[in-house]
């Protein structure tokens, strides 16, 4: 069953910014979950662009988004944020979340993809001018 709903995609310029909520929907407590952003481009796999960690707060970033993506958890609103700035189009895709381990598994670094069977619909973010 689908866990977390995402939302807050749309289309905006080159250089813009958009905040992408990830919510928990009833029953599910986040709290005990790593929890992941991933995103699909067009024609391309899935790919881990952050996650945050439960253990220990520790936060992971793909390198091609580190510096302009940041990641945070607000625990009585059941939500996790992917706040993206300095958008460029290549930025264009579906982005997804999903529970991950708690300490975060190594998809956001690597190209590893992640095997998880409740992806939600997603939420589409386009960067054109």
């Known amino acids: 069953q689908v866990l977390l709903v995402e939302s807050g995609g749309g289309l905006v310029q080159p250089g813009g910014s958009l905040r992408l909520s990830c919510t928990a929907v009833a029953g599910f407590d986040l709290a005990n979950y790593g929890i992941g952003w991933f995103r699909q481009a067009p024609g391309k796999e899935r790919e881990g662009v952050s996650c945050i960690s439960t253990t220990d707060g520790t936060i992971y970033y793909r390198d091609s988004v580190r510096g302009r993506f940041a990641i945070s958890r607000d625990v009585p609103k059941k939500t996790v944020y992917l706040q993206i700035n300095s958008l460029k189009p290549e930025d264009t895709g579906v982005y997804y979340c999903?529970?991950?381990?708690?300490?975060?598994?190594?998809?956001?670094?690597?190209?590893?993809?992640?095997?998880?069977?409740?992806w939600g619909q997603g939420t589409q973010v386009t960067v054109s001018s």
């Open positions: 999903a529970p991950d381990r708690p300490s975060c598994g190594s998809y956001y670094t690597t190209d590893r993809t992640y095997d998880y069977a409740y």
